[in-house]
């Protein structure tokens, strides 16, 4: 009978992590388990979020056919406890997704994102773990909004869009063996973000008020903003679909010291049109200014790395460009009206409603919104 899921760091046991790592690596054994850093919700500053779950980090010492290439570091990502005050909405649908990214798609992919070793979440209790490889030990950057421009830092994670994105580019496996992977217009996901996640949005929208100052900026009501949402996606399932990493801001990503750029964070992994990681990357990556005067080069930088890695058959560089400008309704509605201050601290909430709010502005995106509609 499988381990109860752990409520606590404190009640992770060998045994429960040794049943995770035979999920996947039926052949490992886990000897040893320790502990060694817990950052629970709430922590969140500009250097260390903690988002939407405990961040647990251990030792864990491994035996067995291909023990020797498993990384011994981990991270273990776990529910917050029941009687938290969390501004969080239930995320279930989120935290399934997650796991079914490491356990189905993690293992075929060649680009730089972080190792899976096991996951389980149980919906009664909502409790929760995923366990992966923890990137701290090869020394990477956690890029977040709060540093310096750096163009050729959101290049580098451009150029592994470009890879994981052609790499599935119209893929006939959307109808097979990937038809797990939901859409945009319909599925768990899609039905979270039409009820508690909207109904989040409103409450952040009472709760700050820069937030709500910042909405009646675009010229567009809440409402509005939702049904263009709606809109957006329907427009997006239209065009060559792909695998989306679907959360794709500036703070999912990081440098490792060779210029490799990587994502984590797989909660909203999806199908869709490729711009909707591209846009949502730029729009938030840089301060305002910079993103005026490198976005076009930035989607043309991007196009080029598709046909690098091998797409053939390509929309218009102008029907990117126009898709990049839609996408800021995303990028600032679901993207950081979303973030509760408690998740990334108040000053990364900030900038990333200000960037992409400046960014709906600036690309007149309610215009090419109101024609889907």
Not at 157 to 174: C, G, V
Not at 242 to 270: A, E, I, K, M
Request: aromatic share 10%; hydrophobic share 40%.
């Amino acid at each position: 009978m499988p381990s109860q899921i752990p409520a606590t760091p404190e009640e992770i046991s060998r045994d429960f992590i040794d049943e995770l790592v035979k999920e996947l690596r039926p052949g490992i054994d886990v000897d040893s388990v320790v502990v060694t850093e817990v950052k629970n919700y709430g922590d969140a500053d500009t250097s260390a979020s903690v988002s939407t779950s405990i961040q647990v980090r251990m030792e864990v010492g491994f035996r067995g056919d291909g023990a020797q290439r498993l990384p011994t570091r981990l991270l273990a990502k776990m529910s917050i406890p029941e009687d938290a005050d969390c501004a969080n909405p239930e995320l279930g649908p989120l935290i399934d997704n997650e796991i079914n990214f490491y356990r189905r798609l993690r293992p075929e992919l060649a680009i730089e994102t972080p190792l899976g070793l096991g996951g389980r979440r149980d919906a009664a209790s909502g409790r929760y773990v995923l366990l992966m490889e923890d990137i701290m030990v090869r020394n990477p950057h956690i890029n977040a909004m709060t540093d310096p421009d750096d163009v050729s830092a959101v290049e580098a994670i451009l150029q592994t869009y470009a890879e994981l994105h052609a790499a599935y580019w119209n893929s006939p496996r959307f109808s097979a063996d990937l038809a797990w992977l939901e859409g945009q217009t319909q599925g768990s996901m899609e039905d979270m973000f039409d009820h508690s996640i909207r109904q989040h949005v409103i409450n952040e929208l009472a709760r700050e008020k820069y937030k709500a100052e910042f909405v009646a900026e675009t010229g567009m009501t809440e409402a509005e903003l939702y049904f263009g949402e709606k809109a957006l996606k329907r427009h997006f399932a239209t065009l060559p679909p792909t695998v989306l990493h679907g959360d794709g801001h500036f703070n999912n990503t990081y440098l490792l010291p060779d210029g490799r750029g990587g994502l984590f964070d797989w909660q909203v992994c999806c199908r869709g049109f490729a711009m909707f990681d591209t846009s949502y990357l730029i729009q938030s990556a840089l301060s305002v200014e910079s993103r005026r005067k490198h976005e076009r080069d930035l989607v043309a930088f991007y196009v080029d790395r598709l046909k690098f890695n091998g797409v053939k058959e390509l929309p218009s560089l102008e029907t990117f460009w126009t898709e990049y400008r839609r996408m800021a309704l995303h990028s600032f509605y679901l993207g950081w009206l979303t973030a509760p201050r408690e998740n990334y601290g108040l000053e990364v909430c900030v900038i990333g409603n200000h960037r992409t709010k400046a960014a709906f502005q600036d690309l007149e995106t309610a215009k090419l919104i109101r024609v889907l509609v």
